[in-house]
């Protein structure tokens, strides 16, 4: 038990596992993640892999919501944009990944920009409404431009590959997706000790002071438009890897929800809370699976309700989480180690 | 927390792979939609494989090996159905599976031909029935093109005015299972006099139909076919009857059964439809076991023509399973080939007799035309459609 927590240079304030004790934790951590696919069966490691892309693309609009303070209800556009420009450029062009996946983010970051203009102009609900236009344009192209994007019937993506390399199969998509999913976090974790960080932060707080301090705030909120649509469109990639077939059925308007409500219940503002609320807002539905699985045989009505149970518990959890922890549960978790570090001792 | 969460996964994926199979045991994957937008049709399809299962199991499965079906609800979505296949392929580990849609099916012919994993669709797409394409998909009944073409033979013969060819209106919802036959649709029209006047798209979910029946009314068709869902047919028959329509409606195996009169009402009067298995309770040699069932487990239910169909698909995959297995390979590969020895496979009357080949997915190509005739489903016409060697596939 460590008396004190004290910080002697600018180095130890600025670190991000502030303690010996967190890095090893952050260490066995990851150590653990790495060991998963050794074990986990093939629905699990599905899971995982849905969990790794929702981080990545909720890391994403949390860039753009709950740092900058722009509402964006396009998010599954975004993730459309990245899928079929993978499964476009890997499909028809037949390109290695590590040239896909970027490409695939950088087409989304420069839609998405475009579908960021309106900002400038625009805040709160009406800007929420001009980005659900880019959800239905896009769903729109997604449906009737069929050369490219297969229409209704969908599109096939080839496994990732790279020279003879082939990652087909989820252990193989889960190799690609940790370390991305880390890499990125890593990035924006740092991103907000930067100026552009800081900029975005202040254009959230209050962006009339924010011009006067000499942030040119249209500049900044397109920016952060491009690296939030960036990370949305790399996650929309491994999607397409993962699910080697998409469809506008995998872009619906409830996939823009739920990553709303991903952030929402993880902590705007925070890059652990994107994780926390991701991993959330994917595993209540399994679980939900799971349980009523497990109950079928007692009360076999259940399993025609699951879907209504799942959009039930998803409102219910915002709700309460808008009412008891509005700061979602990254601050929950500030509070809990807050309390531990001082325990028994608390005041 | 962050560990807690790790260890969970490892231990409930421990716990899911301790799971496996009895060896006398055969695990069968089913793909059913049971709230999605075609539920109206999945819902008594999937009861009638659950309780052919349940059948098949109490007349000794297959050689003394028990089925065991291991269900799954996608909700008609493509993501749903992919994530669902990978968990009875990869955990499960079934040797084949009994799916549903067309789009689902179409979606996942890459992966069940990859890996060589039978796959029964209750998707009558056209699509399915070349093997040099699909050589693992099948399906129980003509195919949507063939039923298309055999509901347009009927319209030649139901036509007596000489001073004009009919015109036809096509309706489809906007999805693969909608537009799954209207190419060889359009072809049919065009090689056989018949005046294709328009194409109505409508929503894969509609409350109306309005401005869709309009349009028609304006291009003047005589007769339209109607490829949606039996919720989706009797809104357009509703709507139809509103505006005074006299087009003579005429709807796929998923619009067209018992279902149809009991919603739609005296609107259904008249309507065509094909129906490639036949009504629950007709009079025909294989009904006796299904009314059998339906007396000693749950006769209060209703059912129809969905249920038989569901039925009808275990008989036929299950004597599959039977062959393979007395060939000693009871896997994907076995079963595909025993599949393929199925030749005029007698199903007691349920549905024609199927025929699978090697280059031959087409199980039957005799279509039964029925309209609807005070409330009741009676038969009208019966055409056998050419094996065309273009049509394979189409």
Known sequence: ?347 | MKRTIAMLCLTAAAALGAGSAAAQEIKVGGLFDLTGITSDVGKPYAQGVQDGVAWTNAKGGINGKRIKLVAVDYGYKIPEAVAAYKRLVGDEKVVMINGWGTGDTLALKDFVNGEKIPYFSASFAGDLTDPAKTPYNFFVAPSYSDQLRAWLTWVKADWKDTSRAPKVAFFFGDNAYGKAPMEAGRRFCKENGIELVDEEIVPGNFQDATSQLLNMKAKGADYAYVNVTTTGVSLILRDAKKLGLATKFGSNPYGFSEALPAVAKEVAEGVTGVVPHVPFGENVPGMKALVDFHKANHPNDTHDAMYVRGWSYVLVWSEALRRADKAGNLTGEGVKAAAETLTNFDLGGLTNPITYSPTDHRPSTRTPIYQIKGGKLVKVAEYDMPRRPDWLGL
Not at chain 1, 21 to 44: C, D, E, K, N, Q
Not at chain 1, 217 to 235: D, I, Q
Not at chain 1, 271 to 291: D, H, M, N, Q
């Open chain 1, 1 to 347: 038990m460590r008396c004190g927590d004290f910080r002697e240079t600018y180095r130890e304030d600025m670190a991000i596992f502030d303690t010996s004790f967190a890095r090893w934790l952050v260490a066995i951590f990851l150590a653990a993640l790495v060991a998963v696919p050794f074990g986990a069966s093939t629905y699990w490691l599905d899971v995982l892999n849905r969990i790794l892309i929702a981080v990545i693309a909720a890391t994403g609009l949390n860039i753009l919501t709950g740092f900058t303070g722009q509402i964006s209800l396009g998010n599954a556009a975004f993730l459309a944009v990245g899928a079929y420009t993978t499964a476009f450029l890997a499909g028809r062009w037949g390109l290695p990944f590590p040239l896909v996946l970027p490409a695939s983010g950088i087409v989304t970051a420069l839609v998405g920009m475009v579908f960021g203009v309106p900002s400038l102009r625009l805040k709160g609900l009406y800007l929420a409404v001009a980005t659900l236009a880019a959800h239905f344009v896009v769903e729109f192209t997604a449906v009737h431009w069929e050369s490219v994007t297969g229409g209704v019937n969908g599109i096939s993506v080839p496994a990732p590959k790279l020279g003879p390399l082939e990652l087909s199969g989820d252990r193989r998509v889960y190799w690609l997706a940790l370390p991305l999913a880390a890499g990125m976090l890593l990035f924006a974790k740092n991103l907000f000790r930067t100026k552009v960080g800081k900029a975005f932060v202040a254009i959230r707080d209050q962006d009339i002071s924010a011009e006067v301090m000499g942030v040119n705030v249209f500049k900044y909120k397109l920016l952060s438009f491009g690296v939030s649509s960036f990370y949305v469109g790399v996650a929309g990639s491994l999607l397409a890897y993962q699910a080697r077939i998409i469809s506008p059925e995998n872009f619906p308007i409830t996939v823009a929800i739920d990553y709303l409500g991903m952030i929402i219940i993880g902590g705007l503002g925070s890059i652990l809370g994107s994780i926390f609320g991701a991993v959330f807002i994917t595993l209540l539905p399994e679980v939900l699976r799971l349980l009523t699985g497990a109950l079928s045989g007692q009360f076999p009505g259940l399993i025609g309700l699951f879907s209504s149970l799942k959009m039930g518990l998803f409102g219910l959890a915002i709700v309460l989480f808008l009412l008891f922890e509005p700061d979602g549960m990254a601050a929950r978790w500030h509070k809990i180690k807050a309390y531990w570090k001082l325990y028994p001792f608390s005041y």
